[in-house]
């Protein structure tokens, strides 16, 4: 890969993060609006709890898709850290094809079912249920891509990296 290639990749990949920070401020916010209102001048509002389950939906699903390495999803790291690389990198590949292939044969009921909710419109903000569902189908297919290219990985006899556990962390 080349140099341009990854500063792109990286220059993305921190966007990405950019966005995820904004819906958690945008979250957080709402969050203590909610508050305000309720307790300090006792007028509940709906729409505050509203926007932020919406938000909480798009920051995970954003998150997972864009975001989060594959260094850093969850594995079963006792069978993981006990293998070799030829052993990580069968795991890896079974891992990559079962994923996509599930993925792969939901994605048609997916979009059928994201496109059908656009009957539905969220109670206070008024949003149509396709709007707020999309970015499921953003997450598949992203998933989906992340997973042919770790497959490829693999295929390359590039094994993923072994667990350190010394070295585990929050992300940070």
């Known amino acids: 890969m080349t140099a341009s290639w990854r500063a792109t990749g ?3 990949a921190r966007r990405a993060e950019n966005v995820a920070a904004a819906m958690l401020c945008a979250m957080f ?3 203590l609006l909610q508050i305000a209102f309720r307790y300090l ?3 509940p509002i709906g729409w505050t709890h509203e926007i932020s389950v919406i938000l909480w939906i798009w920051l995970v699903l954003w998150g997972a898709a864009f975001v989060v390495r594959e260094s850093e999803e969850i594995r079963f790291d006792i069978l993981y ?3 070799g690389p030829k052993a990580r990198r069968i ?5 990559a094809v079962a994923l996509i292939a599930l993925y792969g044969i939901s994605f048609p009921a997916v979009l059928d079912y994201v496109s059908f909710m656009k ?3 969220t109670s206070y903000l008024k949003i149509r249920f396709d709007w707020l569902f999309s970015i499921y189908i953003v997450f598949v297919v992203a998933t989906i891509i992340r997973y042919i290219w770790l497959s490829w990985q693999a295929l390359r006899g590039v094994a993923p990296d072994e667990f350190d556990p010394t070295k585990a962390s929050s992300g940070v």
């Open 10 to 12: 990286s220059w993305f």
């Open 29 to 31: 916010l709402a969050f």
């Open 119 to 121: 009957v539905e419109k």
């Open 81 to 83: 850290g006990a293998v």
């Open 91 to 95: 795991m890896a590949l079974i891992t």
């Open 41 to 43: 001048l006792g007028l």
